[in-house]
C-alpha cells in the first residue's frame, strides 16, 4: 500500500486542522493506519492509529481529549482532526500503516512498514 499525508500547514494556537492519509492499493480495510509526528530534535512519537476491520481507535497522550482518528475504507483515507492545537503539536505527522498488526503494537513505530512522506503542522502562539 502507499500513503500520501496531506493538510498540514499553519494555524494558530487554539485552531484547528484536519490531516488526510490517503491510500492505494488493495485490502486497505486489513491495515491499522497510524499517525506519528517528529517536531525537530525530537524522537518520532506516537499520535493515533485506528486498527484495521472495525476500526478500534487508540491515542497516544499527546492526542486524547483533542485529536480524533477516522477512516472512510471506501475512500481509503484516515482523517487526523486536531483541534485545541498548541505550540507544541508543532512537527512533521507521518501517517504509517501495517497489516493485521497486533494490537500490542499499535504504538510502535517499528511494526509499520508503510509510510508516507510527511506533512508539516506549525502551530503559532
Known amino acids: 500500500v502507499q500513503l500520501q499525508a496531506s493538510g498540514g500547514g499553519l494555524v494558530q494556537a487554539g485552531g484547528s486542522r484536519r490531516l488526510s492519509c490517503s491510500a492505494s492499493g488493495r485490502a486497505f480495510i486489513n491495515y491499522t493506519v497510524a499517525w506519528f509526528r517528529q517536531a525537530p530534535g525530537k524522537a518520532r512519537e506516537f499520535v493515533s492509529a485506528v486498527k484495521y476491520g472495525l476500526g478500534t481507535k487508540y491515542y497516544g497522550d499527546v492526542a486524547k481529549g483533542r485529536f480524533t482518528i477516522s477512516r472512510d475504507n471506501d475512500k481509503k483515507i484516515v482523517y487526523l482532526q486536531m483541534n485545541s492545537l498548541e505550540t507544541e503539536d508543532t512537527a512533521v505527522y507521518f501517517c504509517?500503516?501495517?497489516?493485521?498488526?497486533?494490537?500490542?503494537?499499535?504504538?510502535?513505530?517499528?511494526?509499520?512498514?508503510?509510510w508516507g512522506q510527511g506533512t508539516q503542522v506549525t502551530v503559532s502562539s
Open positions: 504509517a500503516a501495517a497489516s493485521f498488526l497486533h494490537d500490542d503494537y499499535y504504538g510502535t513505530d517499528q511494526y509499520y512498514n508503510f
